[in-house]
């Protein structure tokens, strides 16, 4: 007699519970309507106290069997089984009817186990054998579910006291029995048996065959994915693969499996609500275990766990009980475990992880683990950028902890992924202005940060990098210590890469970020690009490469950033030679912290007391910016053209008002004036109703005031219509020019 098990990893490749090779059908058809069942009694088998029968009839029943079943696949009496796929009309998929004369041999079979039952025969083993091999063929699945044959083995599998061996025969035979047979899968949900099918799962013996088993009941079955979840199947699961170690692995194959079983009844309505808590640590302590050396069964056991992690309870569990260190050991472990055992490792010290090594077989082209594995990471880091934007994270681990001093050491490693994932996670951190302030003042967190920019081609690493500085950079007392470490330089390549559009748009946004009040900065900013006074990029500013940028990028993020930058100069310079004691002529408008209509605009700067020195050098700047930047006033029409956000507008023109208060700003804001389309702009501004409160107001006020210098300065140079039609405009009449 073969081995209890020998034949059971054998099955062919139509088979589900192959453990090579398990088959899904998706588009199988459920043409079985879902039954009510949680009110189903679970029925075992009557006792087996019948008659003694001796070891000679025992074996005349055998024989017995064994000649029916012989019968059924010949062509005695009928079609044979094997001559099923050629009947006219037979249609596999469709789970037509097996002929009656055939399922009628097999209900004799079905009297023969129930006398080898009741008679308590040794020949039951054998005879559940022969048939549990017979099921992985798929034509004899359905017979077998019509003449009650998979009846008699899910009562068997529900009955308490079965030896172990008879016991895997009959979940081989059911397993493969409900392998793409919808109706067989019905079958077992209208016995009952399910919950004996789950509670199998706990069996040492033949926990892992069961999980195979309840598998090929479930898979694109949902009335038996519910049940199961219901009978619970997944606290089974999770117990199983805490079981012991060496345990688990006999059988590589069931890692897969169990996985893709728990994604199934994930999927359910109240799948994730049966997780128990301690989920996350069984599947992650697995996928670190040296044993799991297989790229498909790793990448399972993390896949369920991130669907897990991504439901808000088990985010919040891993903050309440600090079991974040957890899933961070997983993106350690993955370079650890495929990659080259000479490349340099992550030191993660703190984060007790274990250090296997290991390698994958990468020879078959259509198998690439390295982008398995990095597809993996990123789904990750989202993950844990989640949970690390969560109000708890700050008190569950804060700036002090082991584990966030584990995570600021990634930001200068090689791994770029590991890196990204510290720079989101530290950026979610530092939202509150004393974090920023120790982060730079205190740890130099913007060393290893402004390496990146400087190094790194990577888009995401590069993007996640900026965006942690922007919120670094925003308390006054960071923005001149970033200013100091070239960071306004750095950025300067950044701009250039317009292939890029988004990190162009990003990195202009950090720049208006470190200039914001920030007179230092301003002077970085327009500081010449060549301090070698022969050199053509002596006259040219970093300043110059934004106005570039805004020329040439059809972004208007880009270019509205762009704008607000020199609306932000502005602000400084007019504001350090205003003296303390004077008002502001120009209507003052909130500046908009972003280009977003629900965001709300901080106060306006209030005024500080300038000194003699910082009105000079204010003064020198002006000339700079003036001088060499004639085109200044050109990204200020993007502010004023749009209408989607009233305060973006509002900032350009109180731009324009403060630029015409200085004869070489009027000169810049002259030049639009040859444009009609920036004079329509500004006269539809000015022919506001007078009423308008709020806004328009505001900007009507700063374009008369516009119109107003701009005549005070330039009204002798300029021609005579020009001067006409805002001579019209100032003292409200319509401009001639303008027509209707």
């Known amino acids: 007699m073969a081995s209890p098990t020998s034949s059971f990893p054998e099955a062919h490749d139509p088979d589900p519970l192959s453990f090579n090779n398990p088959k899904v059908n998706p588009s199988l058809p459920y043409s079985i309507e879902s039954k009510a069942i949680t009110d189903i009694p679970v029925l075992s088998l009557p006792p087996r106290n019948g008659p003694c029968i001796s070891n000679v009839e025992q074996k005349q029943m055998f024989s017995q069997l064994e000649a029916i079943f012989q019968q059924a696949e010949e062509f005695e009496g009928g079609v044979g089984v094997s001559e099923l796929r050629s009947r006219p009309g037979y249609d596999d998929q469709n789970e037509r009817a097996a002929p009656r004369n055939h399922v009628e041999a097999l209900r004799d079979v079905r009297a023969i186990l129930d006398q080898m039952w009741w008679s308590d025969s040794s020949y039951i083993i054998r005879a559940a054998e022969i048939l549990a091999d017979a099921s992985r063929e798929p034509d004899w699945r359905l017979p077998f579910g019509e003449s009650g044959i998979l009846d008699f083995f899910l009562h068997v599998a529900s009955t308490d006291g079965v030896s172990s061996e008879l016991l895997l025969h009959a979940l081989r035979l059911i397993g493969n029995s409900c392998a793409d047979r919808n109706q067989n899968r019905q079958l077992v949900l209208e016995s009952g048996c399910m919950h004996s099918l789950v509670r199998s799962i706990q069996n040492p013996a033949v926990g892992k065959i069961s999980i195979p088993v309840v598998y090929n009941v479930c898979v694109d079955f949902e009335p038996a994915q519910l049940q199961a979840c219901n009978d619970g199947v997944i606290p089974g699961i999770i117990d199983f693969l805490a079981g012991p170690r060496q345990f688990i692995f006999e059988t590589a194959a069931v890692l897969g499996i169990a996985c893709r079983l728990l994604d199934l009844i994930l999927s359910t309505s109240n799948g994730i609500d049966s997780f128990p808590d301690n989920a996350i640590q069984v599947l992650l302590g697995l996928a670190t275990n040296s044993q799991t050396d297989d790229v498909d069964d790793y990448l399972s056991l993390i896949n369920t766990t991130m669907t897990l992690l991504s439901s808000q309870r088990f985010q919040e569990y891993v903050l309440t009980n600090k079991k974040l260190q957890i899933p961070l050991s997983i993106l350690v472990d993955s370079y650890s475990r495929f990659s080259d055992p000479e490349s340099p490792m992550p030191n993660l010290s703190n984060l007790e992880l274990n250090s296997p090594t290991g390698s994958t077989d990468t020879s078959n082209p259509l198998d690439d683990p390295s982008h398995l594995l990095s597809n993996m990471r990123t789904s990750m880091i989202q993950i844990l950028s989640d949970i690390s934007a969560l109000a708890e994270f700050p008190e569950a681990y804060p700036l002090s902890s082991p584990l966030i001093n584990s995570i600021r050491v990634w930001l200068s490693l090689p791994q770029s992924q590991l890196q990204i994932c510290a720079a989101v996670m530290l950026g979610n951190i530092a939202r509150a202005d004393s974090i920023c302030i120790t982060m730079i003042h205190t740890l130099s967190i913007h060393t290893p940060l402004l390496n990146t920019l400087r190094n790194s081609n990577d888009n995401a690493l590069l993007h996640a990098t900026l965006s942690f500085l922007k919120n670094l950079a925003i308390p006054a007392s960071n923005k001149a210590i970033l200013g100091s470490a070239d960071l306004i330089p750095i950025l300067g390549r950044l701009w250039q890469l317009d292939s890029s559009p988004q990190l162009q748009q990003t990195a202009t946004s950090l720049t208006r970020q470190l200039i914001i009040s920030c007179l230092?900065?301003?002077?970085?900013?327009?500081?010449?690009?060549?301090?070698?006074?022969?050199?053509?990029?002596?006259?040219?500013?970093?300043?110059?490469?934004?106005?570039?940028?805004?020329?040439?990028?059809?972004?208007?993020?880009?270019?509205?950033?762009?704008?607000?930058?020199?609306?932000?100069?502005?602000?400084?310079?007019?504001?350090?030679?205003?003296?303390?004691?004077?008002?502001?002529?120009?209507?003052?408008?909130?500046?908009?912290?972003?280009?977003?209509?629900?965001?709300?605009?901080?106060?306006?700067?209030?005024?500080?007391?300038?000194?003699?020195?910082?009105?000079?050098?204010?003064?020198?700047?002006?000339?700079?910016?003036?001088?060499?930047?004639?085109?200044?006033?050109?990204?200020?029409?993007?502010?004023?053209?749009?209408?989607s956000y009233p305060v973006v507008r509002s900032e350009g023109w109180f731009a324009f008002a403060l630029m015409a208060r200085t004869p070489e700003g009027a000169a810049c804001v002259d030049d639009l004036m040859m444009g009609m389309g920036f004079f329509r702009i500004l006269a539809e501004t000015i022919r506001g109703s007078t009423e308008e409160e709020g806004a328009k107001t505001k900007d009507r006020d700063n374009a008369l005031l516009l119109v107003s210098e701009l005549l005070k300065w330039q009204g002798e140079g300029m021609d005579g219509v020009r001067g006409y039609c805002l001579r019209d405009l100032l003292h409200g009449r319509e401009p001639g020019l303008l027509g209707n």
């Open 520 to 643: 230092p900065n301003i002077q970085r900013l327009l500081a010449p690009l060549s301090t070698d006074p022969e050199s053509p990029a002596n006259s040219r500013t970093h300043l110059s490469l934004l106005l570039s940028l805004c020329d040439r990028s059809d972004q208007l993020p880009t270019r509205t950033e762009i704008a607000r930058i020199v609306v932000a100069i502005l602000r400084v310079l007019h504001r350090e030679t205003t003296p303390s004691a004077a008002s502001p002529a120009v209507s003052t408008p909130n500046e908009a912290t972003d280009v977003t209509p629900t965001t709300p605009s901080p106060a306006p700067y209030a005024l500080t007391p300038v000194t003699s020195s910082q009105q000079a050098e204010a003064l020198a700047l002006q000339q700079t910016l003036y001088t060499l930047h004639p085109d200044l006033a050109r990204p200020l029409t993007v502010m004023v053209s749009q209408t």
